[in-house]
T-cell receptor, first 112, second 110 residues
Framework: KAGVTQTPRYLIKTRGQQVTLSCSPI?????VSWYQQTPGQGLQFLFE???????NKGNFPGRFSGRQFSNSRSEMNVSTLELGDSALYLC???????????FGPGTRLTVL | GDSVTQMEGPVTLSEEAFLTINCTYT??????LFWYVQYPGEGLQLLLK?????DKGSNKGFEATYRKETTSFHLEKGSVQVSDSAVYFC?????????FGTGTSLTVIP
């Protein structure tokens, strides 16, 4: 069974640009969560989607948004990038929200 | 609010030493508790979990017991190997979302 895949694996952007990250969950998983991982803050929850609906949202500004498609694939978008957005963005999937989460390898975003 | 506090790192141990990584939590209700491990350049992998008080999760020689009276879920391993070098994250799930600790980096030297 294929694991969670995230594309691209690495991204370099400049301040003010926007970026879209993609996550394909494990087959049969309908819940997708996104996290931002930084050395100082650890993992911080961004949002969770289940059956194309945002179920929960963390404490991030409105520049961070996401969506989920009917095939459970998910995208997150960050607009007007700031230097502080440089981080590893992790996606995790589970069959349903209360189930164990399985993580992808992450997308490393660097904002210059 | 709900949160997880885990032992600050980094931790450096010699091969075959005993490992303890402390984790305590604050949560309302009855959360599920997890340990995840992150190897260099990879995402997080579930190491073990416990869903109710007094449950013991175990995997690959690692163990952790869900202690409701002390709100703790400490990770232990009797004899670490070089291949255990990684970052370990304690996490809780409240039924609403996951909360992760900041991670503890472990380096095992031969």
């Amino acid at each position: 069974k294929a694991g969670v895949t995230q594309t691209p694996r690495y991204l370099i952007k400049t301040r003010g640009q926007q970026v879209t990250l993609s996550c394909s969950p494990i087959s049969g998983h309908r819940s997708v969560s996104w996290y931002q991982q930084t050395p100082g803050q650890g993992l911080q929850f961004l949002f969770e989607y289940f059956s194309e609906t945002q179920r929960n949202k963390g404490n991030f500004p409105g520049r961070f948004s996401g969506r989920q498609f009917s095939n459970s694939r998910s995208e997150m978008n960050v607009s007007t990038l700031e230097l502080g957005d440089s981080a590893l963005y992790l996606c995790a999937s589970s069959r349903v929200p209360t189930d164990t989460q399985y993580f992808g390898p992450g997308t490393r975003l660097t904002v210059l | 609010g709900d949160s997880v506090t885990q032992m600050e790192g980094p931790v450096t141990l010699s091969e075959e030493a005993f490992l303890t990584i402390n984790c305590t939590y604050t949560a309302t209700g009855y959360p599920s508790l997890f340990w995840y491990v992150q190897y260099p350049g990879e995402g997080l992998q579930l190491l073990l979990k416990a869903t109710k008080a007094d449950d013991k999760g175990s995997n690959k020689g690692f163990e952790a017991t869900y202690r409701k009276e002390t709100t703790s879920f400490h990770l232990e391993k009797g004899s670490v190997q070089v291949s255990d070098s990684a970052v370990y994250f304690c996490a809780l799930y409240t039924g609403n979302q996951f909360y992760f600790g900041t991670g503890t980096s472990l380096t095992v030297i031969p």
